[in-house]
DNA sequence: AACGCGATTTTTGTATACGATTAGATTTAT
DNA sequence: ATAAATCTAATCGTATACAAAAATCGCGTT
C-alpha cells in the first residue's frame, strides 16, 4: 500500500520529503504551527526549493500543513471546528469501513490485526508514545485497506493525520489512553463478523477520543481578546 | 463560497488556471484522456511552466487529473472500479449532507434552491447541455453547502468532479436525464422537513445516475489486449 | 526605557535555463 | 516491404536566478 503518487517502484524525491515530515508530524515531534522553511527543508534532504514546495503543497492539500501567502508553511492548527467535522466525518467513514471490512475477514486479515494490536500494545509498554500515537492510527488504517476502498483508505488517511494534529492540541489530560483495548475489542467483533457490533464500538471509540477533547470555541482569540479585556 | 486555497480576496494566477481547466473539465469540453501540456497551458493563461505545475498538481491530488511521470498530465479516465467506490462515496456522504440540509432550512435556502432549480431546467429547455451538465452538479453543491460542513462540501466538490467525468465515459444511452425532477423532489422534502424522504430521494437519484452507466469490468485495455489480438 | 521608523537581511513567488526522458521521424538492414 | 535501429524534436524534471514581500535589526526620537 505505497502512499507515493506514482505506483512505480520509484520513490521518487518529493515523496520522500513528504512522508518525512508527514511521519514527524504523526509522531509529534513536529508541532502545530511550527514553521516549515523551504530552504531549511530543502538542506535536510538535499533537494532544491522546487521538490521541497511540491511536497508541502500536497501536505497543504492534505490539510496537515497550511501555506499563508507571503509567509510559508506551517504545521496546521485544526481549529475547534475543524476538528469536529474532522471526527464527524471520520464515525460516517470508518462505519461504512467497518462494515466492509466484516465482509472480508479471513485469517491472514486476523493475523495482521494481531500483529498490529501487538505492536500498539508493546510501543505502550515499553513507553515508546511516539511510537504508540502512530501505531494507533495505523490500526485504523489497517481496517482501512481491510475495506478494500481505495477511495475510503486515502480520505482516512488525511483524517487520521487531522485527527493526531487535533489530540495534540485539545487533549485535557496529558496522558492519552490510545485505546489498545478499544482496538481489541473491535478487532474482536470484526474477526468474529458481527457487523453491527463492529460499528457502533468503532463509532463509540471515536466518539470518546473526541469527548477527551476540550473543543469548546475559544472564538478565534483575536476577536474575543477585546472581549476579555473589556470584561 | 470560494474555491481558492488562499481565502483572501486575491485570486492567484494558479487558482486562476486551476478554475479555468476545472471547468472545462466539468462543462466536458476537456474530455478524459487528453492531454494537459504544460507549455501549452501557459501559454493560454500567460503563465510560466512553474504555475501551471502547481495548478496540475491539485487538479492531481482531486482526482481530475492524472500525472504520469515523464509523460504529462491527462484528464482523467476513472476506471469502473474508481466509478463504483466514487458512487458508494457520494451515497454516504450526501446521506449525511442532506440530513444537515434538512435541520439547516430556512426561507433563503429554499430560495436559493429554487433559483438553482430554475436555472437548472432553463439550461435543459434551451439545450445547453454544457450548463446543465454543470449546474446538475451544483445542485449537490448548494445542498451541502447548506450543511454548513466545510469538510463534506469539499470533499463532495471533488467527488462531484469525478462523477462528472465517469458519467462521459461510461453512460449507455447518448443523452442523459440530468435528473431535474429528481432535484425538484429532494428539494420539495428538504424544504419541507423530512429528513428520512430527503436522504432516502438523495441516495435513489445517485443510485438511478449510477444505473445509467455500464461499468463493467473491461479489464485494463492493455493486459487484455494480447487475448484479443491472439483469439 | 519604550516606541516608531528605515535599512538590511531573510524568505517566498515566479521565470527561466539545462539535463533527462520520451515520442516521432528517418534511415537502414533483413 | 516490413521491422529494427538511430536520430531529432518536443516535453518533462530539477536547479537556480532574480524580483517582491516580509521579518529583523539598529538607530534616533520622545
Redesign the pocket.
Known amino acids: 500500500m505505497a502512499t507515493d503518487t506514482s505506483s512505480n517502484g520509484a520513490p521518487?524525491?518529493?515523496s520522500r520529503i513528504r512522508n518525512g515530515l508527514l511521519l514527524a508530524i504523526l509522531e509529534h515531534r513536529l508541532l502545530p504551527g511550527t514553521?516549515?522553511?523551504?530552504?531549511?527543508i530543502g538542506q535536510i534532504y538535499d533537494?532544491?526549493?522546487?521538490?521541497v514546495?511540491a511536497a508541502l503543497q500536497q501536505l497543504a492539500h492534505e490539510g496537515i500543513v497550511e501555506?499563508e501567502?507571503?509567509?510559508?508553511?506551517f504545521v496546521a492548527s485544526p481549529s475547534p471546528r475543524e476538528a469536529r467535522e474532522t471526527f464527524e466525518a471520520r464515525c460516517l467513514i470508518e462505519g461504512a469501513i467497518v462494515e466492509r471490512a466484516v465482509a472480508a475477514r479471513s485469517e491472514t486479515w486476523r493475523t495482521r490485526l494481531d500483529d498490529q494490536l501487538t505492536a500498539e500494545a508493546d510501543a505502550e509498554a515499553r513507553g515508546d508514545h511516539r511510537a504508540a500515537i502512530r501505531l494507533s492510527g495505523e490500526f485504523h488504517l489497517l481496517v482501512a485497506e481491510m475495506a478494500d476502498h481505495e477511495l475510503y483508505y486515502s480520505l482516512l488517511r488525511e483524517l487520521v493525520a487531522r485527527t493526531s494534529l487535533t489530540i495534540l492540541l485539545y487533549r485535557r489530560h496529558r496522558v492519552h489512553f490510545c485505546g489498545v483495548d478499544h482496538h481489541r475489542l473491535i478487532t474482536d467483533a470484526i474477526v468474529s463478523g458481527d457487523a453491527v457490533r463492529a460499528k457502533a464500538l468503532m463509532i463509540d471509540h471515536l466518539k470518546e477520543i473526541e469527548a477527551e477533547l476540550d473543543l469548546s470555541e475559544t472564538e478565534e482569540n483575536s476577536a474575543s481578546l477585546a472581549d476579555i479585556l473589556q470584561g
Open positions: 521518487d524525491r518529493v514553521k516549515l522553511g523551504e530552504d531549511e533537494a532544491s526549493r522546487t521538490l514546495r501555506i501567502k507571503n509567509r510559508g508553511a
